[in-house]
């Protein structure tokens, strides 16, 4: 029979408790197991004895009874069932699983963090949008203060991109800041031009300090293509990109020249059309440059551009193909 007792207290334990695998005595003969409280006072029966759930001050506890008699003590009292034993365990404590009912609270997950801005690519050093209306000084836009100079009596009127510089091949030109790539190795010039003719040795730009000492692009060479070229010691001595055609005229094309580790890139409307590797000047060799102009040639002989100018930038970095094409 004590093995059936053993076999039917093991079984409500495991319906109980599943993971109860220890028994607790008590005074009397009756063996006591710490589960998880649900309402003091329930009998649970078995096919070996019964079971009493009591609540105390220690906490919730189950006994088998010796006895069958009614007392009134500290615990709970159970009709026809001895009194539980309110001595606590030494070894035991109680432990309180969740009540069914209960769901659990998630907090929601903190949102994540916005991307950092991706940075564009730097400023110009100087930016002429020639978007004023009137005047003889034209702002910088890129806010360095390099504020150009309209010399000759150009006006300004409708352009590419808003207003433009009106050149009229005979005296007008704009004049840049002294020393404007002063200490350059790398460097990009960009602009629109809109030529109404085009005179061989005419100048989009020609930043220098005379007919020796200066690098320019001219709309079209003495061999009838457009070339950039840079110079210490005069036509002679001229390291040269060359276009295979001249800059056309009585349309807007996008010009630039860029100049990065002794690779030379000339492009037109976006696209590379002259490149020469090895060269060994750059605006840094030029020193502290005082003529530095745009429409206008370093030599006295050649002619004034006769055309639009629109939205001129200079950058102390050489642009790659894809920044170029990104140009307004």
């Known amino acids: 029979m004590a093995a059936a007792a053993d076999d039917s207290e093991t079984r409500v334990l495991a319906a109980i408790e599943p993971d109860a695998d220890e028994f607790v005595p008590a005074p009397g003969g009756a063996r006591r197991l710490l589960i998880p409280a649900i309402v003091a006072g329930v009998v649970l029966a078995g096919g070996g004895g019964a079971w009493i759930l009591s609540g105390q001050p220690g906490g919730p506890r189950l006994f088998q009874p010796p ?3 009614s007392h009134t003590t500290g615990n709970s009292v159970i009709e026809g069932f ?3 034993s309110a001595e606590p365990s030494p070894s035991a404590s109680p432990r309180v699983s969740p009540s069914p009912s209960t769901t659990a ?3 929601p997950a903190p949102p ?4 950092a801005p ?9 930016h002429y949008r020639f978007d004023e209306s009137s005047g003889t000084s034209s702002a910088d836009a890129s806010g360095g203060g390099r504020t150009a100079t309209i010399a000759g009596g150009a006006g300004f009127v409708s352009g590419r991109l808003d207003n433009a510089i009106d050149l009229n091949g005979s005296s007008q030109y704009v004049a840049l800041p002294s020393g404007i790539l002063s200490g350059a190795t790398d460097f990009t010039v960009a602009a629109w031009v809109r030529l109404d003719s085009n005179s061989a040795w005419s100048r989009v730009f020609d930043f220098g300090s005379s007919a020796s000492v200066n690098m320019f692009l001219t709309a079209r060479s003495d061999a009838g293509t457009a070339r950039f070229a840079i110079t210490t010691g005069g036509y002679s001595r001229e390291q040269r990109i060359n276009a295979p055609a001249p800059l056309p005229t009585g349309t807007w094309t996008h010009v630039a020249v860029t100049l990065r580790d002794g690779v030379g890139i000339l492009y037109v409307n976006r696209a590379e059309v002259g490149r020469t590797t ?3 000047l750059s605006p840094a060799s030029l020193g502290s440059t005082s003529r530095n102009w745009i429409g ?3 030599y006295s002989v050649d002619p004034y551009l006769n055309g639009l100018v629109d939205d001129v930038r200079i ?3 050489a642009l790659p193909a894809s920044e170029i094409a990104a140009l307004p």
Do not use: C, H, N, V
């Open 112 to 115: 994540s963090p916005s991307p």
């Open 67 to 69: 006895g069958t008699s």
């Open 278 to 280: 090895g060269m060994t």
């Open 82 to 84: 001895g009194e539980a």
């Open 296 to 298: 206008r040639s370093q």
């Open 315 to 317: 950058y102390t970095r």
């Open 105 to 107: 609270q998630t907090s």
């Open 118 to 126: 991706q940075a564009g690519p730097p400023a110009p050093l100087a």
